[in-house]
């Protein structure tokens, strides 16, 4: 989801001119930022693993993403 969220941000920035980061409704920390903010919240973080996680998108799949995509207001674009 990374992969597709960076592509559309570069075209809607190279090709309108516009900052997708403030309609994208995912965030994806390091895994630094991750611990920060758990500490800031109380937490102890004694162990973390970062592991890749690959994710198979097929049509009909992700309704929940296709439904954020066309309600933005720039979805016409896209």
């Known amino acids: 989801m990374e992969t597709v969220i960076r592509a559309v941000s570069e075209v809607l920035d190279e090709e309108y001119g516009m900052d997708a980061s403030k309609l994208n ?11 920060t903010l758990l500490e800031q919240q109380g937490f102890h973080v004694t162990y973390v693993v970062h592991y890749d996680r690959p994710t198979q998108i097929e049509d009909g799949e992700n309704l929940h993403s296709r439904n954020i995509i066309t309600r933005n207001p720039v979805a016409h674009i896209l």
């Not at 409704?25 to 611990?35: D, G, L, R, T, V």
Request: with cysteine; hydrophobic share 35%.
């Open 25 to 35: 409704p995912w965030y994806f920390p390091s895994i630094a930022e991750y611990c």
